[in-house]
């Protein structure tokens, strides 16, 4: 899986509790990213970063918040969980100066977060 | 605001058969991906298309790009029970790297 490691891999939590996921890479891959899954929508984009202390928005964004004080580590919080953040969420990694300049993703194997 | 459209979004197809994937996006666009997950599984990366006219092929699947069209397929040869998957297209919008992916098509073959 490219080198790309999230924990935990499954949470159950309570509603309006803080929430925090992990993503480690060992890759040394500049760009991160958090996207969640959820049927009929395919995967949506809630925040990526572009290098260390280098974030930015995407899609799907409120009730999150991310931060990224390593280039190893991304990570993505739910500072007061819902039960609409009941969800897969994928870390996903991707280097733009590699990869024939395709900045391919590569995605950990995810964590399933229910929210009750 | 970038949109992109799967279909079907759901196949069932007997083994031995053709048959392709639609994905179709709203803007102008720098590169699309193809993607495949298992159940319960992650996303693994088959196909990157960067220009118009692009054909890519791996075994049993082809994908291609028309730019002016806004249109990808990805095309399956002889079906075979082991590509039983949801295939993602996805597409990045020039002078960014966010993709926005399509909905999924959830493919299964019958033997």
């Known amino acids: 899986d490219a080198g790309i490691t999230q924990s935990p891999r499954h949470k159950v939590t309570e509603t309006g509790t803080p929430v925090t996921l992990r993503c480690h890479q060992t890759e040394n891959h500049r760009y991160m990213y958090w996207y969640r899954q959820d049927p009929g929508h395919g995967l949506r984009l809630i925040h990526y970063?572009?290098?260390?202390?280098?974030?930015d928005k995407g899609e799907v964004s409120d009730g999150y918040s991310v931060s990224r004080s390593k280039t190893e580590d991304f990570l993505l919080t739910l500072e007061s969980a819902t039960s609409s953040q009941t969800s897969v969420y994928f870390c996903?990694?991707?280097?733009?100066?590699?990869?024939?300049?395709?900045?391919?993703?590569?995605f950990g194997p995810g964590t399933r977060l229910t929210v009750l | 605001e970038l949109k992109v459209e799967q279909n079907p979004l759901f196949l069932s197809m007997q083994e031995g058969k053709n048959y392709t994937i639609y994905c179709n996006y709203s803007t102008t666009s720098d590169r699309l991906y193809w993607y495949r997950q298992d159940p319960g599984k992650s996303l693994e990366s088959l196909f990157v298309l960067l220009s118009n006219g692009a054909v890519k092929q791996e075994g049993r699947l082809m994908a291609s790009l028309d730019t002016k069209a806004r249109l990808s397929t990805l095309h399956i040869t002889a079906a075979v029970h082991d590509l039983s998957a949801t295939y993602f297209c996805?597409?990045?919008?020039?002078?960014?790297?966010?993709?926005?992916f399509g909905t999924g098509t959830r493919l299964t073959i019958i033997p």
């Open positions: 996903a990694i991707s280097d733009p100066s590699g990869s024939g300049g395709y900045n391919e993703q590569f």
């Open positions: 996805a597409v990045v919008r020039f002078g960014n790297e966010k993709l926005t």
């Open positions: 970063s572009y290098g260390v202390k280098d974030t």
